[in-house]
Structure formats: structure tokens, C-alpha cells
């Protein structure tokens, strides 16, 4: 192909996952799919490697590049099946997100994958909103590994029931199914359409260009690195279960045509639910090398070639099952980030920023009251970390999710909750030649009887400042106005006032030698 052809085939592959992804979010039932977009759509070869991804959650699709070359190849494919699993240790991430993988046969033959992850506000657990402080992955909800729930064209009812009937709403949990199963088949109808117009052979013969071009592109990019050995440590807070301080450590090596990202020293995996399975972990690395790559870089395999990853098994990065693994997803995840980036800050020091927020600032909640049972879940924003050439960013979305948050009409009109206060946090921002983002203040009411459960991060140690800048505000979580844990499961009575201020970003550059 020649570089506008190629251009045109990468665009329109990523065109299927947009609209992949509007056909989801406008077909979903639950606030946290339809309103806060917490899914992810990509498009698979063949065998597995990634193709093309709509720009969703980093950690969905970087933990799918990952896994499913595995899942694919344990599985007999025909024509007009679809699988669904949530399974951390077979390709998932925590049961809360729900994969679901179709074929694509052309000529009977199989051509690519069409996917889509979508997170469930209820997955089964008995804590609503299915994050509950867990110590074994039973606790997190109902395990799904790789099942065709269409086998063939045809829908297994007595299976779809099963995995809806015992959750708070049924017909909701349903109707986010039927979105799913929609959203994929949408992604079928066009590729189709395209290898039709193409031909078989030439869809792959582009795959192979789209992913040779990639290649070349990162590995220009991640070969500018200096090379040497960069290594950094930064500590989870707790894990909900009395360990505390937990360690992440990373030694980055920049060879002459490889980057080896190694884990070792990194703690144990512990009996909190903030363990990673290392597609996860994976996730977070490719999401940090991803920024260094030009912004036309097609997200498929070839860009994350050049990258070798060592993470021994059972740390906390890749923990042996049955391990909870609730809260590594979110919040794992996100000092794996600030980690990688450490590192890299003594690489390039003038590229990387100060430390976000460093939490997702996880709130579950609902009842199982006999007059309604509901289930409510998001994150929250943040400050960004500052960097050489501007301040950060407030309020935010960080790294590795890319949610909105959840309308305050939309919480108002569906649960039994009044939002009293949804604010910048203002002094949470760390100080420095360039400032970092402020935290958000958001304040629930409760109108009725309700259980909740917060899962957070960076409430003991703050996000970390660059080249001299000061650290950001750690989070603070209160309930009636007294401190709460970072992690913690509480019952609510009406009336009640939960109050989460999130962690500000660290500044850049000392002051006085500015």
C-alpha cells in the first residue's frame, strides 16, 4: 500500500470501533455504560493481535492487546458465535468488566476478531456496585470464564438469564448485554463490508503494512530514549486488609532495539484486592510508552513490539489466582504509571510530568431493600501532574481510565442520592514553576438506607512533584464529616453526607530558580 492507502485502511478500520462504540453507549441501559462511557471497542486479527481500537480505556484495551491471542486459541470458532467472559486470570481484568468476542469468517474462513468490554455496575456481588474490600476473588462477584453465549447465530437464553437473574436489576443488567451483543454485531456488518470491498487478501496484506508502519513508528520514537538503565519506586497505600506502604518497583533497560520493562522487587501479591492479573499490569506499560509515540501511531500490535516485559508470578503485578483483584484494575494500575513515568523522568526529564492523581476514587453503592434494589458506581476526577510547558489540568480523568463522570441530573433522577456539593478542591494542586491540577470535592446525600463502598488511593502518599516541584494534595474521604479509610465497605443511614476530595497533581520546577 502506498501511505495514503494506508492511511485510509487505518481510518476506517478505527472507524468500525467508533461506531462499534456509539451503537453500545446509545443501546445501553446503565448510567455507568451510557453515561460515563466506561467500555471499550477493538478490532482482532485472526490470531489475536490487536488491529485497530477506538480511543476508550486504557486499561480495557491495553489489557485486551495483551490476552487475546490466548483466548482465541482455546476456543473452536464457527461462524456466528460470540464468547463472553470476565475471567481476571483468562483474559479479563476484574469481573466488573464483561468482554465480549465475535468471529469473523469470510469465505469460511476466519478473518479478524470484533470485541468490546463494557464495565457492569453489578457483576454479583453481595456489596452493590460489585467493588466490595474483598480478600479472594469469589467475594468479587460471579466468574465467567470463556463461554459462548451465542453459539452459531443463536442466543443461549437459559445462559443470558444466568448471568442476569441474581443481580439488584435484571432488566438493566440485560439491557447492557443486548447492547453489547448489538455493538458487535455492528462491527461485523461493516468490517464485512470492507474486506468484501477490499477482498480478503488485501485486508491482510494491509494488516501486515498497518502493523509494519507501526512498528517503525514506535520503535523511532522509543529508540530516541537514551540508552541505560532508569529505575524508580513508588508505594501503594494499603490494601484494605492491614498491609500498608506496598511497594512497586520497575527497572526500565533501553537497548539497541528493545526496551525490557522489569518488575522485579515489586512486593508480593497480598491478601487485598489490589492485585494485578498481568494483563493489567501490561495495560499500564503500553498506555506510558503509547504517549512517547507520534499521535498518528495506529494502535495495533507492531507498536508495542519492541517492548519486553519481566514480572514475576505471583507479585503484585501478577498474582496467582484466586487472588482478589477488584481494586488492581483501577487503582494498581495507576502506580504502575507512575512508576513507569518515574523512570522515564530520568530519561527524558524535560518529556514526562509530575505524578496525577494516582486513584481512580472508586465509590460503589445501592441496597438491597425490599422497596428497590439499585446499584450505583463511578470514579472521579482529579489533578493532572504540571509538566515543562504548562501547569496541570484539574478535575480530570487520569491515565488509565477515560470516563466521564456521571451527570448530577442522572444520579438524581435514577437514585435515591442528592449531589450537595461537586467542586475543585481548591489548594490540593502541588506548587511549582508550573502548578498541578486541583482535586475535585464531591458531596452525597443519602435519601435512604445505603451501602457503600470506597476503594481509593493516595491517601497517605501524595503524588509525587518533578524537577523540584512539590508533591499534590493526598485524597481525603468523610463520612458525617469523620475521616474515613481509603478503603472501606460502611452502611449509610438517611441523611447521612459521604464527602470524597481527590488527590491534587504534583507540581513542576522549584519556584525560586524559576
Known sequence: MDPIELSIFSSRLEAVCDEMGAVLRNAAFSPNIRDRLDFSCAVFDAAGELSAQAAHIPVHLGSMAYAMADIVAQIEWQDGDMVVLNDPFMGGTHLPDVTLIAPLFCDGLLSAFLVNRAHHADIGADSPGSMPVSDHLHQEGRIIPPAKLIEAGRLDEAFLVELTAENRNPVESRGDFAAQISANRNGLKRLQGLISEWGRAGFLDGLTALNAYAERLAGDALMRLPPGEYRFEDLMDDDGQGSQDIPIRVRIRVEADRLVVDF?????????????????????????FRCLMPEQTPACAGSFNAIQLIVPEGCLLNARRPAAVAAGNVETSTRVVDVVLGALAQAIPDEIPAASQGSMNN????????????????????????????????????????TLNTPVEVIESRFPLRIERYALRNGSAGHGRRQGGEGLVRSFRFLAPTQVTLLTERRRN?????????????????????????????????????????????????????
Open 264 to 288: 522485579t522487587g515489586t512486593a508480593p501479591q497480598v491478601p487485598g484486592n489490589i492485585n494485578c492479573p498481568l494483563p493489567v499490569a501490561a495495560a499500564a506499560v503500553y498506555y506510558c
Open 462 to 514: 501524595k503524588p509525587w512533584g518533578m524537577d523540584g516541584g512539590g508533591p499534590g494534595g493526598h485524597g481525603v474521604n468523610r463520612h458525617n464529616g469523620q475521616r474515613l479509610a481509603g478503603k472501606v465497605n460502611l452502611d449509610v443511614e438517611r441523611g447521612d453526607l459521604l464527602t470524597i476530595e481527590t488527590p491534587g497533581g504534583g507540581g513542576w520546577g522549584d519556584v525560586e530558580s524559576g
Open 363 to 402: 465509590l460503589a453503592m445501592g441496597s438491597d431493600h425490599e422497596r428497590g434494589r439499585w446499584d450505583y458506581y463511578e470514579t472521579i476526577g482529579g489533578g493532572m501532574g504540571a509538566g515543562r510547558l504548562g501547569g496541570g489540568l484539574s478535575g480530570m480523568q487520569t491515565h488509565m481510565t477515560n
